[in-house]
């Protein structure tokens, strides 16, 4: 049964780079299947913000696409994600998820979840 | 992006059947996918493509898509349906993907 847990630092200052990483467990990352990361906000609701296919591939989205960059290391069956220049907009819950594949859109399962807070 | 509009609230007596809405302009032409979130808990899929169910989801959960409103139909509701729902799309014109902004199924 695959799981998938986010680490990285709860908070983060205004401008600093948030980096968070999601260990998978129970499955091989570059088997198959996409890897997503989603963030929550109780004003914004649910944000996808950047997918990496098993292969490699990388979709962000447009009003992010500046500032995030998605990643994979193999070796250790990681997913990570960068977001540069951090504002307080980015405080949010970042979930990693798995995608059932590159042309699917639709996430299972979901990690637990951190929480970032993104100030000074 | 792409605008989802979901009611903020539905509730429902035990037993009876829930239908939450998802409104989009022409949804019927993109597969909607269905979210179940918990009070501190991840979002679990119940519905993918329109009306398909992932394994270990009851067959009470299904989901119909048509024109410019998608629904998600729980059928003789549960207290342990007590949740946040979630519709969302994948919108290939804007590249980008698409959350409504939840309803609250309270069960009476």
């Known amino acids: 049964q695959v799981q998938l847990q986010e680490s990285g630092p709860g908070l983060v200052r205004p401008s600093e780079t948030l980096s968070l990483t999601c260990t998978v467990s129970?499955?091989?990352?570059?088997?198959?299947?996409?890897w997503g990361w989603i963030r929550q906000t109780p004003g914004k609701g649910l944000e996808w913000i950047a997918t990496i296919s098993h292969t490699g591939s990388t979709w962000y989205d447009p009003s992010l696409k500046s500032r995030a960059t998605i990643s994979a290391n193999t070796s250790k069956n990681q997913v990570a994600l960068q977001l540069t220049s951090a504002t307080a907009s980015d405080t949010a819950v970042y979930y990693c998820?798995?995608?059932?594949?590159?042309?699917?859109?639709?996430?299972?399962?979901w990690g637990q979840g951190i929480l970032v807070t993104v100030s000074s | 992006s792409y605008v989802l509009t979901q009611p903020p609230s539905v509730s429902v007596a035990p037993g009876q059947t829930a239908r939450i809405t998802c409104g989009g302009n022409?949804?019927?032409?993109?597969?909607v996918h269905w979210y179940q979130q918990k009070p501190g808990q991840s979002p679990v899929v119940v519905i993918y493509?329109?009306?398909d169910r992932p394994s270990g989801i009851p067959e009470r959960f299904s989901g119909s898509n048509s024109v410019n409103t998608a629904t998600l139909t729980i059928s003789r509701v549960e207290a342990g349906d007590e949740a946040d729902y979630y519709c969302q799309v994948w919108d290939s014109g804007r590249d980008h993907y698409g959350f409504g902004d939840g309803t609250k199924l309270t069960v009476l």
């Open positions: 129970g499955f091989s990352i570059s088997t198959s299947h996409s």
């Open positions: 998820a798995r995608v059932p594949a590159w042309e699917l859109h639709w996430i299972d399962p």
């Open positions: 493509d329109d009306n």
């Open positions: 022409n949804i019927g032409s993109q597969s």
